[in-house]
């Protein structure tokens, strides 16, 4: 069984930085796909960025590009999201997510077999 746990969450100022973990554990992952999404309140659980636990096929949403930064450790089956110059409306839960299809839209969550609990960013202004 498939478990991933996110971490890092937190209460930061405006232009501040957190840095959230997602451990997973289960299976091999030498041919997924580790996605974080996000979702705030009363709005739609979107898409943040992905990465090939191979470390190639890096992808970001539009809103993050620059600021938010993906990365995997495999020794420790650990994914990154390092996310700096934080915003008040990056306040959500973030989540991460796993996918063993490759080929499907890496943007949609619907693509994903698993998914974190989740870990609250908060960002005051």
């Known amino acids: 069984q498939v478990q991933l746990v996110e971490s890092g969450g937190g209460l930061v100022q405006a232009g501040g930085s957190l840095r959230l973990s997602c451990a997973a554990s289960?299976?091999?992952?030498?041919?997924?796909?580790m996605g974080w999404f996000r979702q705030a309140p009363g709005k739609e659980r979107e898409f943040v960025a992905a990465?090939?636990?191979?470390?190639?096929?890096?992808y970001y949403a539009d809103f993050v590009k620059g600021r938010f930064t993906i990365s995997r450790d495999n020794a420790k089956n650990t994914v990154y999201l390092q996310m700096n110059s934080l915003k008040p409306e990056d306040t959500a839960i973030y989540f991460c997510?796993?996918?063993?299809?490759?080929?499907?839209?890496?943007?949609?969550?619907?693509?994903?077999?698993?998914w974190g609990q989740g870990t609250q960013v908060t960002v005051s202004s």
């Open positions: 997510a796993l996918t063993t299809n490759l080929a499907k839209r890496i943007e949609a969550r619907s693509t994903y077999d698993y």
């Open positions: 289960g299976r091999t992952f030498s041919s997924t796909r």
């Open positions: 990465i090939r636990w191979s470390g190639a096929g890096i």
